[in-house]
Nanobody, 125 residues
Framework: QVQLVESGGGSVQVGDSLRLSCAAS????????LAWFRQAPGKERDFVAV????????FYADSVKGRFTISRDNSKNTVYLQMTSLNTEDTAVYSC??????????????????WGQGTQVTVSL
C-alpha cells in the first residue's frame, strides 16, 4: 500500500507562485508514475501534470503548460508541483496520485490507484 500526503497549499494573489509537495509512505515510489490533479468547487477533477518514474518524461494539461512544473525526488519519496503566474482559475483542491507503472503517462483518474487527501490552493486579486 501507498499513502500520499500533500502540503504547501494556501491563499495567494494573482501572479504569485506556490510549490506543492506530496510525500509518500508505505513503500518507495521509485517505480511509480506520479501525477497531479485538481478539482474546483462544483466541477469535476481535472488532470494537471504527470511524471515518469525517473522524471525523464513530463506532460501537462494545456491550461497549465508553461506555468507549472512537475518534478520528483525518489530519494525523498516525494513529488512536487511548482506553480507560477497563478490566476483565479487555478483555485482548486490539488491532489497527487500514484500508479504502479514505471512508464505510464495517463491523464485518467481511473488509472491511479493511490490518492492523497488534497491541499487547497486559493488565488485571489
Amino acid at each position: 500500500q501507498v499513502q500520499l500526503v500533500e502540503s504547501g497549499g494556501g491563499s495567494v494573489q494573482v501572479g504569485d507562485s506556490l510549490r506543492l509537495s506530496c510525500a509518500a509512505s508505505g513503500r518507495p515510489l521509485t517505480f511509480y508514475t506520479l501525477a497531479w490533479f485538481r478539482q474546483a468547487p462544483g466541477k469535476e477533477r481535472d488532470f494537471v501534470a504527470v511524471i515518469s518514474w525517473n522524471g525523464g518524461n513530463r506532460f501537462y494539461a494545456d491550461s497549465v503548460k508553461g506555468r507549472f512544473t512537475i518534478s520528483r525526488d525518489n530519494s525523498k519519496n516525494t513529488v512536487y508541483l511548482q506553480m507560477t503566474s497563478l490566476n483565479t482559475e487555478d483555485t482548486a483542491v490539488y491532489s497527487c496520485a500514484a500508479a504502479a507503472e514505471m512508464y505510464g503517462s495517463s491523464r485518467r483518474e481511473s488509472d491511479y490507484a493511490y490518492w492523497g487527501q488534497g491541499t487547497q490552493v486559493t488565488v485571489s486579486l
